[in-house]
């Protein structure tokens, strides 16, 4: 049995029915988790909305909502306005472009923490944000990690949080992934865009490790079968980022289906 979750990501921007349709196909699958990013151009808050209705048991998760755009009372509206079951929900947060990100937010994660019930994860790099993440939230949500460098962070965000008397924080890590040759050049164009990023190319530079460490390309089912592999054991949830060519409901359900064979 898979020491670690596996879920599905999607992006912001993806139609509301091929959300809803992915929903179904990850949940007859057994995935954990739906999540979908926050992006300038489209609205996560309506796609996981839609894929409630059509779910029953697969968990929701927004990863994550940039909170210098959206302080506390504004998202707490936006999620009890969507209508997204609680029970099911999961918040994944992150600074933006915030300056002192780890004191923004610590003190915004703690607000946070008085106006919603449902597990709040933080979106980080670095260390600091990173310590926030275990010691004030209910876990971490990372990006671009190889295997060995996730479950170092994860060992780290676990010693962390008994040290301050916190329960064990769960470990989520996203992993772009195409099991399509021709969308390989897509995640390959993604991973140099983050690379430029100056947070994120400090956060390269001082693991040692580049974006496409991070990342799953296959070919085949059993090549996907084998990046997934990799990461068993290393964190509590994977989430398969799917990048390919159309974003269409067929494509992305390719990478579900692979993951059976």
Request: hydrophobic residues 45%.
């Amino acid at each position: 049995m898979s020491a670690t979750a596996i879920s599905i990501g999607l992006a912001g921007t993806t139609p509301v029915e091929t959300v809803r349709s992915v929903a179904r196909s990850a949940e007859a699958a057994g995935l954990r988790t739906l999540w979908l990013n926050e992006t300038p151009e489209g609205d996560p808050f309506v796609g996981l909305a839609a894929a409630a209705e059509a779910t029953e048991r697969l968990l929701l998760g927004i990863g994550v909502v940039a909170l210098d755009r959206n302080p506390g009372a504004a998202l707490v509206e936006r999620i009890e306005h969507s209508g997204i079951p609680l029970a099911r929900f999961n918040l994944g947060v992150g600074s933006g472009r915030a300056p002192h990100a780890a004191a923004f937010v610590e003190r915004n994660v703690g607000e946070l923490r008085k106006l919603v019930s449902s597990p709040i994860l933080v979106g980080a790099l670095g260390p600091l944000v990173r310590r926030v993440g275990a010691e004030h939230a209910d876990g971490l949500l990372l990006s671009w990690l190889s295997p060995e460098t996730a479950a170092a962070a994860r060992d780290e965000a676990i010693t962390q949080a008994s040290a301050v008397g916190r329960p064990r924080p769960w470990v989520a890590l996203y992993a772009r992934t195409a099991i399509d040759p021709d969308a390989h050049g897509a995640l390959r164009s993604e991973a140099e865009r983050y690379a430029a990023l100056p947070g994120y190319a400090a956060n390269f530079a001082r693991i040692g490790r580049g974006p496409l460490d991070g990342a799953i390309l296959a070919t085949d089912a059993a090549e996907l079968r084998a990046g997934v592999a990799r990461y068993d054991g290393a964190i509590d949830e994977l989430v398969l980022r799917a990048v390919t060519n159309d974003n269409s409901a067929d494509e992305i359900r390719r990478i579900i289906d692979g993951l059976s064979g």
